[in-house]
């Protein structure tokens, strides 16, 4: 009795949701704001200078779209994040799977590598900018630093968590050192080191925006610190809005790969 | 080369605790037949699971000798299979893919065989299921397939159907049986259930804990299949259940009997 009350309050509650189609639901929030923010514009309520509404900041979009200007920027983002969060993720996954594996590696290299994540990244930009100028070099190995620490972590972690007593399924049936990493551990880590993979997208991201605002010619951060000098709010609005979009894009594709990959794994689902 | 599959000699295995030494396992002494089913019983603490760890060689600290094929223990291999109470598939392959593990299914004769092994188990149907998707017995199974895929001289078999309801048990008990008659591997099965013990086993070997030893070898001289109801099961039952509650009981105590 008490379960089919709870049944038929929960489809009323959802009952306008089913109106809308399903890949919509994200987008409601995201819509209404806009909406709100347009009037608000319209209506004068709020400083134009300050906070340009949806429709100026779209057209700004499509003007810097237009002129090329804006392709010019992204293309060095991306070139910048991607190098930097390849060699970083790289680095981390070859130094966590060697402390993950061999006790030798963790005693020796985990406690300073350790030592060194819980320094603030941000705090060495001076650092590197007094080491290596403020080049491109500079920004990829910051940004790769950023990027290391998390798949480091998160494979070490992976590979520490592989079933102890599915090791013991492969001793008996005398997996190979190699089919022991290829079939054993690396499939049991993968959800961790995808993990960390994300994590790292995120951070790629955050110093590039910090790299790309301390004194450069170029990028989307460039841009947006450079339409800050000038008042243009709309410019900085287009560029977070880029910064979003290929945040999202690219943490949604790691997470198909997550779906495609890990469709084994047995978890709650909400 | 002798008859006997295996040889254990005068096998003891000490545990180092912080509270002291343990004598797990004391002068151990078992002769098992080519294509013998052996069923080692007694309560928990005996050594039992401790005895075949060593047989698999997952526990090579011990003292005596452990002859498989005239040739001493010295680690885990295939020709000792070993089937956990908990059926240890890996949970990203698929059935098929679980019973092949290191083998490739590319591989024409491998695919033949995991193909006759699928319907040994009666499994036909499963190839693609994952293992959440199975359910305990059928799991179970896999992990028989599994094992007997690599053809071992010896099946080590530890409380492996103790987790499972009291009718899946019962089945699986006639599924490895049937499995046994067609192919003959030597198996090693510890339990403690008193009928499984007896239902299977052609010998019984009795265990008794502190420190782990055996205290009697029961021959179940009784055709397959065997009928639990038949009064000849019953009475050997009953015989074996007086040395598992001596067992049981203290040594002084003789007035332990039914």
Known sequence: MKNQQTAIRRTAEQGWLSFIPWSLHAWLVPVAIAALWQMAGGLGWISQALLPTPLMIAKQFVHLGVSGEL???FEVSILRAFSGFILGSLTGLALGMSTGLGSMAERTLDPSIQMLRTVPLLSLIPLFILWFGIGEFSKILMISLGAFFPVYVNTFLGIRSVDAKLYEVSRIFQYSKLQLLTRLILPSALPNILLGIRLSLGVSWLVLVVAEMMGTSAGIGYMIQDARAYSQTDIVFVGIIIFAMIGKLSDSSVRLLETRLLSWRETYKG | MSADTLIIEQVNRVFQTPAGKVTALKGIDLRVRKGEFITLIGPSGCGKSTLLKIVAGLDTSYEGSVLLNDKPI??????????????????????????????????????KKVEEYIALVRLEGFEKAYPRELSGGMAQRVAIARALLRNPDVLLLDEP?????????????????????????????????????????????????????????????????????????????????REFEKVEEPEFDTGAGI
């Open chain 1, 71 to 73: 392709w010019g920027h």
């Open chain 2, 74 to 111: 010295s680690g885990p291999s295939i020709e000792k299979g070993f089937i956990f109470q908990e059926p240890r598939l890996f949970p990203w392959l698929t059935v098929e893919k679980n019973i092949a593990g290191n083998l490739s299914l590319k591989h024409k004769d491998v695919r």
């Open chain 2, 161 to 241: 159907f103790g987790a499972l309801d009291a009718f899946t048990r019962s089945h699986m008990q006639e599924v490895l049986l049937d499995i046994w008659q067609n192919n003959r591997t030597t198996m090693l099965f510890v339990t403690h259930d008193l009928d499984e013990a007896v239902f299977l086993g052609e010998r019984v070997v009795i265990m008794n804990p502190r420190p782990g030893h055996i205290r009697s070898i029961q021959p179940i001289d009784l055709p397959f299949p065997r009928k639990r109801t038949s009064s000849s099961f019953q009475e050997l039952r009953t015989k074996v259940l």
